[in-house]
Structures are given as C-alpha cells and as structure tokens.
C-alpha cells in the first residue's frame, strides 16, 4: 500500500482552512480506516475534538487513509479505536492526524487557528487513558460525590464555602469520613494523577470546549461533575485528596471559566498559572497558550508560532516585550529552576520549561502572579534597561539593603515521606517548622526588629502577612503547627521496619495524646496561605529580619528592593553584575519601609 501524502492548504491569509477525519464504523481489532478532508472552519460538518496525551511518539501503528498507510502513534489509535463507532462514521479532530507534523510552517499556521477549531467543535472528548488503578471505582466515586454536591447547591450550599461545620455537608458528605470509604477515595484521588492533567496543551482545548466529557477506559464523566467532586474532595480534605496535585485541576477551571466569562488574561499571567503544565516541545509552553492571551499581543511577532525558532532567543524575546509593556517587574518572581537542565538563560528570564509547583508570595497554587499585593517599592513603575553585546542584560533601579546571614532546610514536597497516616494528615511544612525555628531564633526573649514579639514575627512569615486572621489567630495555628512538629520528631526515631499499619496506629495515638481536648485544625484561610512555603526556605539577615526566600538563597546573598518590583529580590554578585536567585518576603519591608529612591542606582542583572 502507497503511504499517504498531506495535501498543503492554500496559503492566502484569508484562509481558514483545516482537516477533518472521518472515522469509518469499525469495533475491536478491525483495522482503523479514515478520511481526511480540508474544509473551512465553521462551515465543516459537525465534529468532536478530542483531547488527549499523545504518548511515545515513536510507537508507531498503521493505519489506512484516503487509501493509504499512515502511520499513527500508538496512543492516538486507542483512542480512535475507543471513540470509533460499529454502525456509524464519526467526524473527529485530533491534532497528530489533523496536522501535519513534519511541516514547521503547516504546524505554526494551525496552531494559530486552534482557538477557533475547538471553540466551534460540537464537544470536547477528554481521553485519561485505558482502564487501570480501579479507575472505574474512581470515576464511580466522583459521579457519587458529585450527586451530593449537586444536592449541596440545590439546598442553597456553596462548594466555595464548603465545610463540615455545616449540618447539611455532615448529612451529605458524612460518609466519606468512614474507612470504609477509603478504597473507593483512594481510587478517585489516582484519576487526577492522569498524566492529561499536566500537559499544557490541554489548558485551551478544555476552556474552549462549549462542552467537555470526560472518558477513562469503559467510565465516563462530564467535566462539571467532575470539577464538583474535586472540589468537595479538596475543600473538605477526604483521605488521599492531594491539595498541590488538585491545584493542576482547579487552574484548568479557571481557564474554562475566565473563557466563558469573555475574561483575557496578560501574557505574564497565562505563562505563570499555566507554567506547571508540560510538554514535549519547550516551544510549546508559549505557542500552546497563545489562545488565552489577549488580542492586542496577537500580532506581536515574538508570540507567532514559529517551530525554527530557538527556545533561548524564544524565552528572551517573550520577557522583554512582558517588561516593556508592564506597570511592575512581577516577571522577575516566576519561581526559578532548583535542579535539572533547561535552557541556556539570562538569570532574570524566567525558565517557562521549569514545572514546579510554587506558588506567588501570599496567594494559592492556583493564584495569578499579578494578584501580588505588597508595595515594597512603593507604587513606583520600573525604569528597565537591556544591555550587553546581546541586549541580554537586564538594567534596573535599586538598592541592597540588607544581607543574608542564615537560611533554612528548602521545603521540597517531592522529598517529604508519608504525610498521610489514615485520617491523620501532616501539615507539610511541619517536616522543616524546627529548623526554621531555630534559624530565626524564635526562642530567643528579644523583640523583633519592628518591636512586636519575635514569635508573631515569625507566624506572620510563615502566612507571609496576607491571612485575614487577627494574631490570636495565628498564635493558635502556629501552636497547631507545632504539635504536629512533635509527631515529626516522634516518626525520626522510629525503626525504619517498622510496617504501615503500626505507624498508622502509632501516629493515630500520638495525635490523640497532642490534641486532646484541642483542635487539631487549621483554618483554610491560614491553610491557603501556606502555600507560599513549598520549594522556599526560612532566612534571618544580619540586620536580624526574618524572611522568606526561594530555595535558591543561600547566606551571603543580598536583599535589594528595586524600583516597580512589589517584592524584595535576592542578589547574588557576580563581579560587575548580579544573577537573581528569587524573590523574597521580608517581615516589615514589604509597605516600602526599606526603599528610598535617592538611594537607588543601575544594577546590571545577568
């Protein structure tokens, strides 16, 4: 059999044109057969977009169109094989089949005209993969949950607001405290660590779909319930819900949301929130996004996919239009890469292949950069400047004001042990709360810098002063936070052979001796907060402020504010210029209290 050709599109710039596949009636192991056919977006036949992980690409199958052998990965032919019909055609739209992927220019062309594609397709079908890990108990679950949500709401509840304080949830949601219901939880928690949940490329099939259902082999779910059941699973901590791994999820919504409610973000915002997400292509981590970002950027020639385009010069030029057009410098807070290879970068450009979990100083997993509310420069606009033989070094107005004496242990979530020990669940920083204690010496009887007591200084870092909590609060949830502390203590010296069961009684009866008679919850809003503290650590300088900075910080470093930056970064010389390693929080800087602008002169970020 003859192998299949692609046939070019017309290349006017009027032309709106794609592929579309028919997928011919078929079942089991009959061979896959299909049509490819151009035609005008938005006056096609009806169609369904599916969006899936495409898998190792080369694994290859063939499969017959227009004819011909075609060869497809082997991930796209189960799930074409999964979504063929045995009685009927079916006209689909998948991008390794719809495209053609050897042709750059073909590639960047319909990227461009994506947003359009899936907006207009009939429905979205998320593929999550073939059956596995009692993923159909999983899918069961959720669509359980999502029933008692939906009784939540029709009773006038708010899944924002959820919580067992509330009779109603108790009545509905009571039965997922059980242990009997542990399996089933622990099933549904395994759904959404599907690899589809990563993939950046997902984020704009989903928040364009008119509709989305979700498949996972034989199961299916429409997204909204899935989205209810992920929620109350989180908002009410059921066993195994994951609070950083669900955040994956809760951006997805976001998008779909903002989308539906004609909300564009910036650039800075969408490369951030999305920035956790992966794909094979670093090129992609900006082309994969492009139909979520404002319109007035469509024609910025930096943002034109483009796949002869060099991933460095790529990242470079996308930071300098970010900065040229920006009231602030929220750019230089994009978290940086701890370890692995990526690309070759200035210091000050944000590494958009790092896919770390870590959230802005004072907000949520989930939260958008430019929602940063401190002021540490004032409300001043930055004066940037490029320099160097290449423009790739970044001027800008500031000064250091203090110096790193001491840091703490980095708080990494991928290294922490069992923070779940059936129905006890470890807040996560108190694996680090001991060591950062002892580096900002809160036992110590002196005053913090500010003349408050050096222990609310120390709470205050922690929740990076943005709760709504009063202090007493906060005192009670640091003293919250320290129990727990104790059963970390407790776990160091226990035998490493010792089995899962015991430790799970042993750590159940130790809480029960800490807390009796005490609340052993934190409050959400102090919980959310949290989040700050993954992949940063705990610092006092020598001017003795405690404050909190991005795993990269190290003693010797310097704390500079600069102007239009709303947080404090940290410096690092380098020679006749600096490399910025992060920014920080520093307790009783962040209101502009350290910046003065006659002090300030041009540094030279590499």
């Not at 199961?219 to 319930?225: A, E, H, L, P, R």
């Not at 694996?431 to 810098?449: G, M, P, T």
């Not at 502390?485 to 160091?492: D, E, H, I, S």
Request: hydrophobic share 40%.
């Amino acid at each position: 059999m003859d192998s299949y050709c692609y046939v070019p599109f017309g290349l006017e710039p009027e032309c709106n044109q794609f592929r579309f596949l028919t997928l011919l009636p078929g079942s089991g192991e009959d061979p896959l057969i299909c049509i490819l056919e151009h035609g005008d977006i938005g006056k096609s036949p009806p169609y369904e977009a599916i969006s899936y992980v495409w898998g190792d690409p080369d694994d290859k199958v063939i499969i017959t169109c227009n004819g011909k052998a075609l060869a497809i990965t082997a991930g796209l032919d189960v799930v074409l094989r999964h979504f063929r019909s045995p009685t009927e055609r079916k006209c689909l739209w998948a991008d390794a089949i719809c495209i053609n992927q050897n042709d750059n220019e073909e590639r960047g062309r319909q990227v461009h005209r994506m947003k359009d594609i899936y907006s207009k397709a009939s429905q979205v079908l998320i593929w999550l993969g073939e059956e596995g890990d009692d993923s159909d108990v999983g899918i069961a679950t959720a669509s359980t949950i999502a029933h008692a949500c939906h009784q939540y709401t029709s009773k006038g509840g708010s899944l924002q607001t959820i919580s067992f304080n509330d009779k109603t949830v108790q009545e509905l949601f009571g039965k997922f405290r059980k242990s009997s219901e542990f399996p089933q939880l622990a099933a549904f928690a395994k759904i959404v660590q599907r690899l589809w949940f990563t993939r950046v490329w997902v984020v704009q099939e989903l928040a364009l779909a008119t509709q989305a259902t979700v498949f996972c082999g034989d199961s299916s779910i429409t997204w909204t319930d899935l989205m209810a059941a992920i929620t109350a699973q989180d908002y009410l901590s059921m066993f195994l819900s994951d609070h950083e791994r669900n955040a994956y999820v809760f951006i997805l919504e976001r998008a779909r949301q903002e989308w539906s409610a004609g909300v564009r973000r910036s650039l800075l915002s969408v490369l951030f929130r999305y920035r956790i997400l992966d794909a094979s292509a670093p090129r992609d981590k900006i082309f994969g996004l492009n139909a979520l970002i404002k319109s007035e950027l469509s024609g910025v020639e930096a943002l034109r996919p483009n796949y002869d385009v060099d991933t460095t010069k790529l990242y470079t030029d996308v930071a300098k239009v970010i900065l040229r057009q920006s009231s602030d410098l929220n750019l230089l807070s994009v978290p940086r890469r701890l370890s692995g290879v990526g690309p070759a970068l200035p210091s000050w450009v944000p590494d958009w292949t790092n896919t770390r979990l870590t959230a802005p100083l004072g907000l949520a997993n989930y939260s958008d950069i430019n929602e940063l509310a401190f002021t540490a420069s004032g409300s001043l606009r930055p004066d940037v400047d490029f320099g160097g033989a290449d423009l790739t070094f970044l001027g800008v107005q500031g000064r250091c004001m203090d110096r790193i004496a001491a840091v703490g242990t980095v708080l990494r979530l991928d290294h922490l042990p069992r923070v779940d020990y059936y129905g006890v669940r470890l807040p996560k920083c108190a694996f680090v709360l001991d060591n950062w204690s002892r580096v900002a010496r809160i036992r110590e009887e002196e005053l913090y810098v500010t003349g408050e007591p050096i222990l609310d200084a120390f709470v205050q870092t922690l929740a990076t002063e943005s709760t709504d909590e009063s202090i007493e609060t906060l005192r009670q949830q640091l003293d919250i936070l320290e129990r727990y502390a104790t059963t970390v203590r407790w776990l160091k010296f226990l035998p490493r052979f010792v089995p899962d069961w015991l430790l799970d009684k042993t750590v159940c009866l130790g809480h029960a001796i800490l807390f009796y008679r005490r609340n052993d919850q934190l409050t959400l809003d102090f919980r959310i907060h949290l989040s700050s503290l993954a992949d940063r650590r705990v610092f006092r300088t020598d001017k003795g402020y405690i404050g909190l900075g991005s795993a990269l910080a190290e003693a010797g470093d310097e704390i500079a504010v600069v102007k239009g930056a709303k947080v404090p970064l940290i410096l690092r010389t380098a020679g006749s210029h600096w490399t910025l390693r992060g920014d920080c929080f520093v307790k009783g800087i962040m209101r502009g209290e350290a910046y003065h602008e006659d002090e300030c002169y041009r540094m030279w970020i590499a």
